[in-house]
């Protein structure tokens, strides 16, 4: 029986290990395994919301195990440390608990490999990065950026007003930098009815992006200038044009000597590979530890091993580069489960990834969404507010549908909205 491993439970993993062990492990056609570092799977675009407790990781967080039995392929935590291509063995590092060691290295045989390890937030080598800053590219990381932002909350729990500031800066102003902004902001509102003397005039956010304007990825500026006033109107300080050199226990300075103070800094600016890619078993990797792939998914030097997602760097036939979004990972996805299938029958991998723009939306918490669909068709058509919000929402129902299948899913997105409703709107422990 021909062995798939998927390595990587995001959205674009879950994918293919959803849809393969639905069309081959369900019938032992195939041996189907997902390998990732933690024991749940959380939509990638919601991480701002575990980061300030709207979203409840206990609820709305999947279990890789349960729903590994429901679809048919097999789950193995770990962390990938290397690709053994002569044995054709993924090879996993020990797992410790900080005192002891509670599963040693392990060896993971394959036919098919599949990497869809996701990014990690790219610090472009300025002092201060690594060390000073909070990143937002996992569930963990999320907590962590949770709990730090609940401990200088709790101050505010007094029955005496603190009149201090607390001072986040947050550097990228992409889809992620921008929803955290607004996001904090609706959290700090929402904390007054938990026993918080505190209100969003004692929240200084400032928003920091290099680029002219933020939203740079976005093909409209129309969209970029209506986050923009929102942001604005909310309270977040938005700074464009403007270059980190460095980053202290103190703050930020930029190009030019100019310097912000923030107790807490949250780094979004630009993605790269995990570094352990970085020339992996001989595989092709591009400056920002990417493996290169050619438009079939398969890695260049070794047609059985396929990546996808942002860890990977897809060529398009007019010399660009796929770019890193959640949509390009689940169509490449799609595109290297059926490539499999095809190779397990003896035919040529057929199918090859064209990226198309099917646009862009950016939620600004309570306040506000706006974003344009189908921007491949000439730019796209833009929309804001409830259309917007029902758009960004059926892409999260989407995405259930798909790990759940239509009927559990539908039940899911129907108890999720349920919990909105009964349940604290903040999850404070």
Same mark, same amino acid.
């Given at each position: 029986?021909?062995?798939?491993?998927?390595?990587?439970?995001?959205?674009?993993?879950?994918?293919?290990?959803?849809?393969?062990?639905?069309?081959?492990? !369900?019938?032992?056609?195939?041996?189907?395994?997902?390998?990732?570092?933690?024991?749940?799977?959380?939509?990638?675009?919601?991480?701002?919301?575990?980061?300030? %407790?709207?979203?409840?990781?206990?609820? &709305?967080?999947?279990?890789?195990?349960?729903?590994?039995?429901?679809?048919?392929?097999?789950?193995?935590?770990?962390?990938?440390?290397?690709?053994?291509?002569?044995?054709?063995?993924?090879? $996993?590092?020990?797992?410790?608990?900080?005192?002891?060691?509670?599963?040693?290295?392990?060896?993971?045989?394959?036919?098919?490999?599949?990497?869809?390890?996701?990014?990690?937030?790219?610090?472009?080598?300025?002092?201060?990065?690594?060390?000073?800053?909070?990143?937002?590219?996992?569930?963990?990381?999320?907590?962590?950026?949770?709990?730090?932002?609940?401990?200088?909350?709790?101050?505010?729990?007094?029955?005496?007003?603190?009149?201090?500031?607390?001072?986040?800066?947050?550097? %990228?102003?992409?889809?992620?930098?921008?929803?955290?902004?607004?996001?904090? #902001?609706?959290?700090?509102?929402?904390?007054?009815?938990?026993?918080?003397?505190?209100?969003?005039?004692?929240?200084?956010?400032?928003?920091?992006?290099?680029?002219?304007?933020?939203?740079?990825?976005?093909?409209?500026?129309?969209?970029?200038?209506?986050?923009?006033?929102? $942001?604005?109107?909310?309270?977040?300080?938005?700074?464009?044009?403007?270059?980190?050199?460095?980053?202290?226990?103190?703050?930020?300075?930029?190009?030019?000597?100019?310097?912000?103070?923030?107790?807490?800094?949250?780094?979004?600016?630009?993605?790269?590979?995990?570094?352990?890619?970085? &020339?992996?078993?001989?595989?092709?990797? #591009?400056?920002?530890?990417?493996?290169?792939?050619?438009?079939?998914?398969?890695?260049?030097? &070794?047609?059985?091993?396929?990546?996808?997602?942002?860890?990977?760097?897809?060529?398009?036939?007019? %010399?660009?580069?796929?770019?890193?979004?959640?949509?390009?990972?689940?169509?490449?996805?799609?595109?290297?489960?059926? #490539?499999?299938?095809?190779?397990?029958?003896?035919?040529?991998?057929?199918?090859?990834?064209?990226?198309?723009?099917?646009?862009?939306?950016?939620?600004?918490?309570?306040?506000?969404?706006?974003?344009?669909?189908?921007?491949?068709?000439?730019?796209?058509?833009?929309?804001?507010?409830?259309?917007?919000?029902?758009?960004? $929402?059926?892409?999260?129902?989407?995405?259930?549908?798909?790990?759940?299948?239509?009927?559990?899913?539908?039940?899911?997105?129907?108890?999720?909205?349920?919990?909105?409703?009964? !349940?604290?709107? $903040?999850?404070?422990?």
């Amino acid at each position: 029986m021909k062995r798939i491993v998927v390595v990587g439970g995001g959205a674009g993993g879950i994918g293919v290990a959803t849809r393969l062990g639905r069309r081959l492990g !369900r019938k032992n056609k195939a041996h189907v395994t997902l390998i990732d570092c933690v024991e749940s799977h959380v939509w990638k675009p919601l991480l701002h919301e575990v980061a300030t %407790g709207a979203l409840d990781t206990g609820i &709305d967080a999947v279990s890789y195990r349960a729903h590994a039995s429901d679809n048919g392929y097999h789950f193995q935590q770990g962390r990938l440390l290397d690709i053994d291509r002569e044995r054709r063995q993924a090879v $996993l590092a020990p797992i410790h608990d900080g005192k002891s060691e509670l599963l040693p290295a392990r060896r993971i045989d394959f036919d098919y490999l599949v990497v869809a390890v996701g990014s990690v937030a790219n610090d472009f080598g300025i002092p201060g990065v690594k060390r000073h800053c909070l990143f937002l590219d996992n569930t963990d990381q999320a907590m962590a950026i949770r709990k730090i932002l609940l401990n200088r909350f709790l101050r505010y729990a007094s029955h005496e007003q603190l009149d201090e500031k607390i001072k986040v800066a947050i550097v %990228g102003a992409g889809a992620t930098g921008t929803e955290m902004a607004a996001e904090m #902001n609706h959290a700090v509102d929402q904390l007054r009815g938990y026993g918080y003397k505190i209100d969003s005039s004692l929240l200084e956010v400032t928003l920091i992006e290099a680029d002219k304007r933020i939203l740079p990825k976005v093909s409209q500026e129309a969209i970029s200038r209506a986050v923009a006033r929102e $942001l604005e109107k909310i309270g977040v300080q938005v700074l464009t044009n403007t270059r980190v050199v460095e980053i202290t226990d103190r703050g930020i300075t930029f190009q030019g000597g100019y310097f912000v103070a923030a107790d807490i800094v949250i780094w979004s600016a630009g993605v790269r590979g995990p570094e352990f890619l970085r &020339d992996i078993a001989g595989l092709e990797t #591009n400056r920002i530890d990417q493996l290169v792939v050619r438009t079939t998914g398969q890695t260049t030097r &070794d047609d059985t091993i396929f990546a996808i997602g942002d860890c990977c760097a897809c060529p398009q036939d007019d %010399g660009s580069w796929v770019p890193p979004r959640g949509q390009a990972a689940r169509q490449m996805g799609h595109m290297v489960a059926d #490539n499999i299938m095809l190779m397990m029958q003896g035919k040529p991998p057929a199918k090859r990834y064209v990226y198309k723009d099917l646009g862009s939306l950016v939620n600004l918490s309570k306040f506000h969404t706006v974003g344009n669909l189908f921007s491949f068709l000439g730019g796209g058509v833009m929309v804001e507010g409830r259309i917007a919000r029902f758009t960004y $929402l059926s892409l999260y129902h989407r995405h259930l549908i798909e790990v759940y299948g239509l009927v559990r899913g539908v039940l899911m997105i129907a108890l999720k909205s349920l919990n909105r409703i009964i !349940r604290p709107h $903040l999850k404070l422990h």
